[in-house]
């Protein structure tokens, strides 16, 4: 074999291996790329995961709050019916309240009044039987209508109760659903996380498939290159 050839063959042999070397270097730096992108995707997959633990926390803390919220509701209904009840019985009370004093003696009314205003002084001024009856009717429709009239407010005041309850109740409701919204998309980005990391997975053990193939390649063709050299 002459010299020149042999030269020719080592020169060969030479730049097979730089290529060798070259494309192993651009495969190393790829798989670096690829564990970088791989790690980045799972630690974010991580951090999705952490933050759909804590949104399923606050559902539960938010459950808590509406079944409390929801005892709390109950009670004031309840409360309410037993207002409503007695405003009835208020109400049947007034409207039978004259003929209740129409069927007692005039020295009853008239002993009752005295009762009710027990004030010091000369009774100066007289009134007749019905005129007694009517003070006596005036009196205890007066003060059942001031019955009423605290019934009423409290039944107001059990209403309003019960519809900050109820709006407190629809706020936290509304809250579970952007909690779930933003939980879905959360899962959502996980699934395209993973998505993306099998592709980068697939295509990387194509690579090293070819990275294989080539260093078979490259490997054959410099040892055939030696031995033509040792010829």
């Not at 063959?9 to 030479?14: D, K, M, P």
């Not at 606050?58 to 079944?67: C, N, P, R, Y």
């Amino acid at each position: 074999m002459t010299k020149s050839i042999s030269r020719l063959i080592v020169g060969l042999v030479v730049i097979v291996l730089l290529l060798s070397i070259g494309i192993n270097g651009i495969q190393r730096k790829r798989l670096v790329d690829y564990t970088e992108r791989v790690t980045t995707i799972e630690n974010t997959n991580t951090q999705l995961l952490t933050s759909i633990e804590n949104k399923d926390a606050k559902l539960v803390l938010s459950d808590a709050e509406i079944l409390t919220l929801r005892d709390k509701n109950t009670e004031l209904e309840s409360e309410n019916h037993v207002l409503k009840i007695r405003e009835g019985h208020l109400q049947a009370s007034l409207a039978t309240i004259s003929a209740s004093v129409d069927n007692i003696p005039p020295d009853s009314s008239y002993a009752f009044l005295k009762a009710v205003y027990p004030y010091k002084g000369l009774l100066e001024y007289s009134f007749n039987k019905k005129q007694v009856k009517g003070i006596h009717v005036t009196y205890l429709e007066n003060l059942t209508l001031k019955g009423l009239g605290v019934n009423l407010q409290e039944q107001i005041n059990n209403c309003a109760s019960r519809l900050a309850v109820v709006g407190t109740i629809s706020g936290e409701l509304q809250g579970q659903v952007d909690i779930l919204k933003s939980e879905k998309k959360d899962y959502e980005e996980i699934i395209v996380n993973k998505s993306t990391k099998n592709s980068l997975l697939s295509k990387q053990v194509k690579k090293e498939k070819r990275k294989k193939t080539v260093y078979k390649v490259t490997t054959g063709i410099a040892a055939a290159l030696v031995i033509l050299i040792a010829l």
